[in-house]
């Protein structure tokens, strides 16, 4: 659960221009060429069943998703094959051209394909059926060591990451570009999802339904609990604004108000005014992670005062802004001394309850049989998959917060998708594409026309994997492999999980399509 930023951002609705030379020194019809071959390669060549994982070998001998997929895997979890639907449409958009649409539309039934019972999605979708997912994580997931989620199969739905959520914003988008009715009783299902998981407090859990046999590694099943992990409270919350805005449903503004109201009342009470990762049903943080202790975290309270902030933008209620100056207050307690800052990072992430002092989350051994996560006092030798340190501007923080306080809730609240109700949903949604855990996904730093003139002869944009995995070999060992695994992103030879590479095969990477397309969609805009 790497913690994400919102991956699809709000981008202004930008004309065509209809000039055929661009200001970048490549003309349209160059650009709309080069966006044409490099789809027709990843739809045509790439695609399976319609979906996409995230990383590929040429030869597609090894492909990735956030561990190595089988080759019969689309992935779900951004950016995947709803992130790709959205760029498809946008694409549709810029240019006018039904081949994005349908596209698009592929990428939707993909979706609606890998649809769980339930309504919601897991990481990814297997075609190749039960067996091949129950043998994928015996296997490559089992030997993950600090990929927790994917170490046991819950076989339910999953909110983390956002996948859930992106599949189901695609899903309003492609139905109300053209009300194809093929889509509506996978968008049906996905929203009535929504609403079933939501807890009777107003959270929603990380997984959901959930299942009798979820706890890991001698500890008790957490993804049940009222997650904020990942956005998980307040990408619900979107999605829910994003139906209201397209189509509407009488059940989705007390739903959002009770999902607004479960932040005041999770809130712990000052002095240590925070929130934690999870909380319990008696509205107590918990523990989550074998490497996510019980304690109050400082990122997730930063995120949740930003929150508060937005729902009174939404509400124009004032309820929303009246926790934040003890949760401010209790950030800046907890700032830690220049000693122990780094890289601008100056806040533990996590604090133990009662005490206030900063818990340091350490491993031993060498993979997931015989290691083991703890946590102590020690600020030494901590992690280095999962950031022991957090950077938060608290002064910026409370300087919205007065502004907002000193503006009526009517006047903060006039642009609010909740009062507006229902509206056109913008033209174009990727403003940028949000990795997020995908290692390997480029960003930035071309222009139109150096992507044009970089497309290679077969239509993609080579890129230089900066991470690989260990391919299963086999169960770790008991004994631990010599060697110090105590901050690296992997173990021995038998971890599965992602880690960095200085020299990487050149590979195809979903990442990389979605940004360079992001990049020449906008040339033709200016």
């Given amino acids: 659960m790497i913690a994400r930023r919102t991956l699809l951002a709000a981008s202004a609705t930008l004309a065509l221009t209809p000039g055929a030379a661009l200001a970048q020194g490549v003309s349209k019809a160059e650009v709309t060429a080069a966006m044409k071959r490099a789809t027709r390669f990843m739809v045509e060549k790439m695609a399976y069943c319609g979906g996409y994982v995230w990383s590929y070998l040429p030869d597609r001998s090894r492909i990735w998703g956030e561990l190595e997929a089988y080759k019969t895997m689309v992935w779900v979890q951004p950016p995947g094959t709803a992130t790709m639907g959205h760029l498809y449409l946008d694409a549709y958009h810029a240019t006018g051209d039904e081949y994005y649409y349908r596209a698009a539309a592929q990428a939707a ?25 129950k043998r994928w994580y015996e296997t490559i997931g089992r030997n993950a060591w600090r990929m927790e989620e994917f170490q046991h199969h819950w076989g339910n739905a999953t909110f983390d990451d956002g996948g859930t959520g992106e599949a189901i914003r695609f899903l ?20 009535d999802f929504i609403f079933a998981s939501q807890l009777p407090n107003g959270g929603w859990p990380q997984r959901w339904p959930r299942v009798a046999d979820g706890g890991l590694h001698g500890k008790p099943d957490y993804t049940g609990l009222i997650t904020f992990n990942d956005g998980v409270i307040h990408d619900n919350i979107d999605v829910l ?22 932040y005041l009342a999770t809130q712990q009470p000052a002095p240590q005014a925070g929130w934690g990762l999870q909380h319990t049903m008696d509205l107590k943080p918990a523990g989550a992670r074998t490497y996510e202790p019980k304690a109050l975290v400082t990122h997730t309270t930063a995120s949740n005062i930003e929150q508060l902030m937005s729902f009174y933008r939404l509400t124009g209620d004032a309820k929303y802004l009246a926790p934040i100056p003890a949760a401010l207050a209790w950030l800046e307690s907890v700032r830690l001394p220049k000693a122990l800052q780094e890289g601008g990072r100056q806040f533990p992430t996590f604090v133990e309850i009662g005490t206030n002092k900063p818990l340091w989350v350490h491993r031993r051994g060498s993979n997931v049989v015989n290691g083991e996560y703890y946590a102590d006092y020690d600020p030494a030798h901590t992690i280095g998959h999962y950031n022991a340190r957090r950077g938060i501007d608290t002064a910026k923080l409370r300087r919205e917060y007065e502004e907002l306080k000193a503006t009526p809730g009517k006047a903060a609240s006039r642009d609010s998708a909740l009062l507006k109700g229902r509206q056109p949903l913008k033209k174009y949604w990727m403003a940028e594409v949000e990795a997020g855990s995908d290692m390997n996904a480029t960003k930035g730093g071309k222009d139109a026309r150096s992507l044009v003139g970089s497309l290679n002869a077969e239509g993609w944009w080579p890129t230089q994997l900066r991470a690989m995995s260990h391919p299963y070999g086999g169960p770790g060992s008991k004994t631990v492999t010599p060697g110090d695994f105590r901050s690296t992103h992997v173990g021995d030879s038998t971890d599965t999980s992602p880690f960095d590479v200085k020299d990487g095969p050149i590979g195809i990477s979903t990442g990389t399509y979605i940004d360079h397309m992001i990049t020449l969609i906008k040339a033709l805009q200016r």
């Fill in 172 to 191: 309003i988008r492609i139905y109300v570009e053209k009300r194809e009715a093929r889509f509506k009783p996978g968008l049906d299902k996905a929203i």
């Fill in 109 to 133: 039934e993909a979706l609606i394909a890998g649809q769980l019972p339930q309504g919601g999605w897991n990481y990814f979708i297997d075609f190749g059926g039960p067996e091949s997912t």
């Fill in 241 to 262: 604004l994003t139906y209201h805005q397209a189509i509407g449903d009488p059940r989705i503004l007390p739903a959002i108000r009770r999902g607004m109201d479960i």
